[in-house]
């Protein structure tokens, strides 16, 4: 089933959707650079893109971490950044009280892997009649996330993404399990990969995580072949010098190779496709 942000078209005919950029808001004005050259990026290859970046970082490994401005000087941020360059974004919730003023600027609403089966969270997002990312969380078998849609959709709400974002395997590490996703795709939802975070060493560095990012160009593609519908990448210009996440983020200048090359695999096979369909 497709579903439409904005103008964009996810699980259409057209190309997979990218939802990108930093962890966490450090900043308005990197914030903003940050975005306007994922647009680039993206428009440039086609891709309907949605920015994305966290006004608050609620899970953090310790509590010294650097969490993000907060919801109020947060959603300014990004307010501005979707009038100024037009983009659709997307940032996390984690309670019910910052589902409504999250909802007056955020073009999709997010509810974090920790959080994917908080009922009260899942309905009032639904509620709003905006379109929702529910991270399968890391605890979950793919087919676990029924029950999730079913909350979700009960009030009538179908604008509904899932996304896969590695399951838990113990000692700082999570794995992919890539039948997951023709799993959750056959619910009739989009799916989105997730994988920045799927590259992610929880508490990998004791005080915060580590990553793999070295591993990101190989999952686009391996995922790239199964057809999902999105890819949801967290991206840096300098990633050594990030406040979140940084061993997992993409460096920005390495993204387009990367989506370059998921592209050629996607336009590969539809073109494989519809060879055996006219056969």
Request: glycine letters at 10%; hydrophobic letters at 40%.
């Amino acid at each position: 089933m497709a579903i439409n942000i904005n103008n964009l078209s996810v699980c259409g005919e057209g190309l997979p959707l990218v939802i990108a950029g930093p962890c966490v808001l450090e900043d308005a004005g990197s914030a903003r650079d940050t975005a306007g050259r994922l647009k680039e990026i993206c428009s440039s290859l086609g891709l309907p893109f949605v920015f994305k970046s966290s006004f608050d970082k609620a899970n953090r490994s310790s509590l010294g971490s650097f969490r993000g401005p907060g919801m109020a000087k947060g959603l300014r941020i990004l307010a501005d950044i979707k009038t100024d360059l037009n983009i659709p974004v997307l940032s996390d919730i984690h309670t019910v009280d910052e589902v409504g003023p999250a909802a007056e600027v955020l073009d999709v609403l997010q509810i974090p892997a920790f959080l994917c089966r908080q009922t009260d969270l899942i309905l009032a997002a639904s509620r709003t009649g905006r379109p929702v990312n529910i991270k399968k969380g890391q605890f979950l078998a793919p087919w676990d996330m029924s029950n999730i849609i079913d909350k979700f959709i009960s009030t009538g709400n179908k604008s509904l993404m899932l996304t896969e974002r590695g399951s838990s395997f113990g000692y700082n590490n999570l794995v992919v399990d890539f039948r997951s996703f023709p799993i959750m795709r056959a619910f009739g939802y989009p799916v989105i990969f997730d994988v920045t975070h799927s590259l992610q060493l929880p508490g990998g560095q004791g005080g915060s995580s580590g990553g793999q990012r070295e591993f990101a160009g190989p999952f686009i593609r391996a995922a790239a072949a199964l057809g999902v519908d999105g890819f949801f990448l967290e991206v840096h210009p300098e990633p050594e010098k990030a406040l979140c996440d940084g061993p997992n983020m993409v460096r920005l200048d390495d993204l387009q190779e990367m989506l370059r090359s998921m592209v050629t695999i996607v336009k590969a096979l539809r073109k494989t496709e519809v060879s055996l369909e006219t056969r």
